[in-house]
């Protein structure tokens, strides 16, 4: 209380900003500026729109339910769950060319891929190869991290487990004969996680790095058997297993299982009648589940989805609307004050 | 003494014991059979919060007080324990940083306390023990001690002053530390006390301390051997306070009966609370609406989710297995865990970034004023000072200016303006000294041109040289003996003739008061010099350049009820004569009624003109009279019970039957631009209150010069003299006047409309209120019944229908009071003041904002203050520049914080819909973690620091401006509604959006899907391209800062998105968002989601924009090009504006 000096500022710098006059742009949204500007992004949004509604209606999309919930359909049969190894048939027809390259799609229905506790049950260092982490998979996975025998369940946690597993073989009947329509497994995930995120363990034979371990109970074959034809499609680097390792972000979703691009088929598939032999593995009918195969050809925009087309429509149109009343508006009552 | 005694035997009631016995030199006396040693307390002030042991509980208790610290202490707590979809990092690390940044600065300021305290406490005094001297620590000092205290030394403690070593036994005290008055005042030793103190053997009886400064009762029992005990009365003259300072005098000696925090200084000193602004109080309301939606939010979401679960199939699907320890918990401990894990969840919708961005804000922000060089002062070279920076916004909400008048409004420095005698102006023109040299300018009329006869100038001169308590200064600097060398120098003076100035030289008068001194100097000029006391003769060297010695018979002391002072000389001749001088309404009852009708137009003239007035009168003394009077005065004055009283009645009986003189205007200048400012203030809404220690009518007439009073103002006055005019009880008349005046000034008033309430331009009557420091406490502590709260709540009615409001005779702590209750009145308005002396402390600090004017001397007030100016004129630009500005941006800053986390949380609420209300958060931890940090948190701390949506020079030319944001009105509850609209629209928008998107999630041409993090990626990106798009459409004014922030955080975003998804992170277990926004960024279709969606989300905020009506000329743009096209008349503002500014107005002005 007795200090009886503070210490002097000097004269403050007289600096632009200091002073705070920094020179500074003053935009106004003014009428003038606004209303040609709703008329160019209406019309622009109005051309995408098109462009987009357009190239929506053209791609093809052909959907089949084969969950066999309808006692008419022939996966009826398979539809239960105590029934192993059953094959049921899903038969269509086409009556013009299914212009390709023809993406196969299965898809899921009020499967929730997004649950938090599904989705953190797996091992990202197992899965990138670390051998250590195959002893001890991260507690995260259980109950999916140790068998009833304590031993550790490779590729752990319920994600892996979950691996849909329903196949399918594509015939076109051509004269009463069924054609095998060739599949092509590469190229559905995303190539990073084919080329980077995941990696099989150096160790040759895969088979090897796996000694200790179990296959997930849900799964019919261990990972190092997933495809045994070719050893870049095998183990953690499993396409299907890729695929499905990417979480679906709603209840409903469709991934992509096969592209049909060889031989004859890679104009499309021409008109005719095909049938569809699905092994009927994977059970959803517990949980309400539905299963459906999807057939569709993708443009620029990726697949079929309309809502992109009339969203910039509607939003296109409301730009130039508004900026008509504006123009209204303006002309009645702003133009006095203006002078 | 045996009560006494008893009752210091049960020590607690002490405080209700209405006196203390102190031991003089804590020696026994002979009429008390043994000593007991009184406890009182020690020296020590203690003004800091915290001792090293308990600063860290004690701080961080005071700082989880907080609503906000504690919520995220909660949160953090939750994380740690349950398992959340977010590790507790993302919020322990911003609370820890938070928590103890404040501690820290915490500490710091209190360190600071401590060492003040210290140096106060340890401050080396010297005592007399035992006839000894012995130096001691400050703090130890006892009540008893005999202290002695040498020139320029404060006074350790409350003191009585026992000897002095100047010979009249007098000392002088400036209490500019105290009370701000600087000049130096006399106090008076305890008559008759021994010279020697070791001997000296007494006891004083004075009351419990109490915080007025001015009173003090006591008195002191004198023991000699054997004889009867003396006893004298003592005063506030007797008293030294702690703090004032010893002046003019060698050294004194005093016995302590105050120590510590008992000191009048200490008492009046109120602890520096923590001010909170208004707009901290909305966003605790924010902040509590908030935590409903959160609570909401997650009560929903955990109801849905075992409402979900309970359908077939849903609760544990084969794929999703519940671990073994899942299945054992108890469902109501699962309920309320899932609950505790959706608060995390959502609880990034109040975020900790908030609260650091506002006190960064705040404390960036404050620079601007600190270097602001319209601030700056060049006569003491500084500029303003900001001591808190929690108020800024505060300054754009101030309803209610406490200003004080004495160096706040005024310079208080008064100068001899004019005077009149026997009814003939004089107006001393600068020419001549000679009284020849008066120049008579407009005498009353027809006697134009005329003088008064030689013999009334020569009474009325020597009536001014004489009627004062004006002390010569005495050469400072020459060390010891000094009284003598003053009389050398007079003597030496006197031997020359003619123009050599006296020691009397300009300043070198010390007195109570400036009036007092800026007379005896008109008195110089017109030839009569006041030279000073010799003894008890008061010697006057008149214009013949003799001397002429009166003795000072009595002196009778100015009161503020009286309003006079007088003064009975006895001159050479043995004439007694008696001088008065006081107000013109205190004076003129009491001489001839012939005399006053020549006398009442100058002195009504000069008040209105805004001049002190005075009016003097003169009476000669019978010896009979005088007799009579003699004794009256020495019973009065050595009267233990009612000596005020007593002492005016004596007062009123002499002062009567004078003859009038003259009357005299002294003019104290007001501060420069002090009556624009406060135009400025009540065109921006405010009402002024002037609360002054200073009389009613020097107060009254600073109020007129400063156009607070206008002309036309009716003033309604509630004072002593209004009270005492009646003989009636002061309540009865006090009831009468406050419903009188109600009635005047309320009931009648028209039925003003909420849009021109705040207009004083109006042609409306106005009104001012007048009260004084005794009416106040009249009315705010009156009797204990039931009236006074009624009176209360009259005065606070009437008070505000007043323009302006004008308490006089005010002692700090009232002021204070006052401030407290308009604080506290109805709607809580937001109060400022202002002031520059000790003596306004308690009511800087009493207030919402605290203003210190940087006087010359004393800086009690700047050092107790929030913010520091140099000038009063410089309260214009702070509170109409800085404190708009700094409101429009504080408030635009909350609340575009809540809205931007709202519409962050919503879309992650909306996802458990979809995720089987399994708390799956829809953004990455990184984008959860730095949304608020990194991503927007620049573009709004960089808009709410450069912010003018109008620009500084209109603000401060257009005052009415400030009415726009009054009342708090960018924070209230219609804002918020629209913002969390906004941010609700929004957030639906991002969220569906995407949803209908991802119907089919093949979004790339190559026929591969997306997932999940895809999905959060997209509205994530959506978010932080609007939010910060819609801060930039809400920015008036782009300096390069603005444009680099805000596209350097969209930027930056870009950047860290690819980089965190570019990399296998080696620390991360979870590589989630692996190449995920590239991806994102190769479909043509996220592209094309992403721009429509921000365009929707903006769409409407531009409408509202464009259609918005234009508010007035002076909206928020500069006047029309045309000006600076002239080129001639540039204005101030066109400087500020240079070339880069091309405004789309200006462009569409010429379209349309």
Known sequence: MMKEELETTNRPDNTAFTQQRLPAWQPMLSAGIVIPGFVLIGLAFIGIGVALFITSQNITVLEKDYTGVETTSDCYKCSNPSDKNCTCKLEFSLSNLFEGP??????????????????????????????????TPISACSPYQYDANQNPIVPCGSLANSMFNDTFKLYQIVNGTKKLVPFDGKGIAWWTDYNIKYRNPSVTPLKNAFNGTVKPSFWSKPAYELDTSDPSNNGFVNQDFLVWMRRAALPDFRKLYRRITE??????????????????????????????????????????????????????????????VMLIVYAKFKFPEDD | MLRRRLNRLFGRDERKVDSRTIYVGHRPCPATEALIPPKFCDNRIVSSKYTVWNFLPKNLFEQFRRIANFYFLIIFLVQVIVDTPTSPVTSGLPLFFVITVTAIKQGYEDWLRHKADNEVNKYLVTVLEDGRRACKESEKIKVGDVVEVVEDETFPCDLILLQSSREDETCFVTTASLDGESNHKTHYTVPDTERNLESLSATIECEQPQPDLYKFVGRMHIYRNNQEPAVRSLGPENLLLKGATLKNTQKIYGVAVYSGMETKMALNYQGKSQKRSAVEKSINAFLLVYLCILVSKALVCTTLKYVWQNRPGQDEPWYNQKTQKEKDTNLYLKMFTDFLSFMVLFNFIIPVSMYVTVEMQKFLGSFFISWD?????????????????????????????????????????????????????????????????????????????????????????????????????????QGDGVADCVEDQVDGVMGLDGETVGPADLGGFIASSPDEVALVKGAMKYGFKFLGMESKNMRVMNRNNDVETYELLHVLNFDPVRRRMSVIVRTKSGDTMLFCKGADSSIFPRVRQEEVDKIRMHVE?????????????????????????????????????????????????????????????????????????????????????????????????????????QRSTELLELTVRTLVDLGRKREERLHELLLDYHKRAVQDAPPIKAGVTRSWSSANQDYGFIIDGATLSLVLNSSPDSNSSCYKS???????????????????????????????????????????????????????????????????????????????????????????????????????????????????????????????????????????ICFTSMPILANSLLEQHICMEVLMDNAALYRDVAKNAMLGWGPFLYWTLLGVYQGLLFFFGVRFLFSNPALQDNGQVFGNWSYGTIVFTVLVFTVTLKLAMDTRHWTWINHFVIWGSLAFYMFFSFFWGGIIWPFLRQQRLYFVFANMLSSVSAWLIIILLILLSLLPEILLLVLRKPRGPHSRQKKPVVQSGEGETQSPRSSARPLLMKTFSDESNTIL
């Open chain 2, 605 to 709: 003239r000069n008040a209105t003109e805004g001049y002190r007035t005075l009016c003097v009168a003169y009476k000669l003394l019978s010896r009979e009279e005088y007799d009579q009077a003699d004794t009256g005065l020495r019973e009065a004055k050595l009267a233990l019970q009612d000596r005020e009283e007593k002492l005016m009645a004596v007062y009123n009986q002499v002062e009567t039957g004078m003859s009038l003189i003259g009357a005299t205007a002294v003019e104290d200048r007001l501060q420069e631009e002090a009556a624009e400012t406060m135009e400025a203030l009540q065109g921006a809404g405010m009402k002024v209150w002037v609360l002054t220690g200073d009389k009613m009518e020097t107060a009254k007439s600073t109020c007129y010069a400063c156009r607070l009073f």
């Open chain 1, 263 to 324: 031989g004859d088929y890679a104009r499309g598939l021409p008109a005719g009648n095909y049938s569809l032999e699905i092994a009927y593995n994977y059970p959803v009918l517990s949980f309400g589940g539905r299963k459906k195969v999807v057939f569709s050809n993708v443009s620029w925009m990726g697949g079929k989805n309309q809502f992109l087309g009339i969203a910039y429509l509607v939003v296109g149109s409301l730009c130039v609307v508004m900026s008509m």
């Open chain 2, 794 to 932: 009259l005065f606070l009615q009437i008070c505000q229908n007043c323009t302006t409001v004008l308490c006089c005779r005010m002692a700090p702590l009232q002021k204070a009071q006052i401030v407290k209750m308009v604080k506290n009145c109805k709607g809580s308005p937001i109060t400022l003041s202002i002031g520059d002396g000790a003596n306004d402390v308690s009511m800087i600090l009493e207030a919402h904002v605290g203003i210190g004017i940087k006087g010359r001397e004393g800086r009690q007030a700047v050092r107790n203050s929030d913010y520091a100016i140099p000038k009063l004129k410089h309260l214009k630009k702070l509170l109409l520049g800085h404190g708009h500005l700094y409101y429009v941006r504080i408030a635009h800053l909350v609340q575009y914080f809540f809205y931007k986390n709202l519409c962050f949380i919503l879309p992650q609420f909306l996802y458990q819909f979809f995720c089987g209300y399994s708390q799956q958060p829809l953004y990455d931890a990184a984008y959860l973690t730095m949304y608020n």
């Open chain 2, 373 to 477: 060089k319209d601030f700056f002062d060049p006569e003491i070279q500084e500029g303003a000072l900001v001591n808190t920076s929690d108020l800024n916004e505060e300054l754009g909400q101030v309803e209610y200016v406490f200003t004080d008048k004495t160096g706040t409004l005024t310079q208080n420095n008064m100068e001899f303006i004019e005077c009149c005698i026997d009814g003939f102006q004089y107006k001393y023109a600068d020419s001549g000294t000679e009284l020849d040299g008066f120049c008579v300018t407009d005498g009353p009329g027809n006697i134009l041109q005329q003088k008064a006869g030689r013999e009334k100038e020569e009474l009325f001169l020597r009536a001014l040289c004489l009627c004062h308590t004006v002390q010569v200064k005495e050469a400072t600097g």
């Open chain 1, 102 to 135: 023809v993406f196969f799609y299965y898809g899921l229905s009020n499967y929730f891929q997004s649950q938090r506790s599904y989705g953190a049950s797996k091992d990202e260092y197992q899965l990138s190869g670390d051998l250590d982490y195959f002893k």
